[in-house]
């Protein structure tokens, strides 16, 4: 079983940037592909990115297309989110989660019913 904690919300005008963190407990982050998800107030949480647990297939939600970046170091257990050119409407309690597998197909990565493990979240707003 995997741990997770994220960090990095906070306060930031729209235009400006933030880098979540997710810190993985235990000796086996290499094993789990890794999403992230956001929930605004009165929204259903919704899918912002995915990476594999080798890297190499990633994919976003298209409203963040461009502007996000996912990424991972095993050797550090880590997951990041490099968030940029932010948006009102990106202000939501930030999670990352996690799933034992090599990595989710386009069609599964976005179904947060597909990652048993969650993180507690952080919160990002965005002020216009």
């Known amino acids: 079983q995997v741990q997770l904690v994220e960090s990095g919300g906070g306060l930031v005008l729209s235009g400006g940037s933030l880098r979540l963190s997710c810190a993985a407990s235990?000796?086996?982050?290499?094993?789990?592909?890794m999403g992230w998800f956001r929930q605004a107030p009165g929204k259903e949480r919704e899918f912002v990115a995915h990476i594999s647990r080798s890297g190499v297939r990633i994919y976003y939600a298209d409203s963040v297309k461009g502007r996000f970046t996912i990424s991972r170091d095993n050797a550090k257990n880590m997951v990041y989110l490099q968030m940029n050119s932010l948006k009102p409407e990106d202000a939501a309690v930030y999670y990352c989660?996690?799933?034992?597998?090599?990595?989710?197909?386009?069609?599964?990565?976005?179904?947060?019913?597909?990652?048993?493990?969650w993180g507690q979240g952080t919160q990002v707003t965005v002020s216009s």
């Open positions: 235990g000796r086996t982050f290499s094993s789990y592909a």
């Open positions: 989660a996690a799933r034992i597998a090599s990595g989710l197909q386009p069609s599964s990565a976005p179904n947060q019913y597909n990652y048993p493990y």
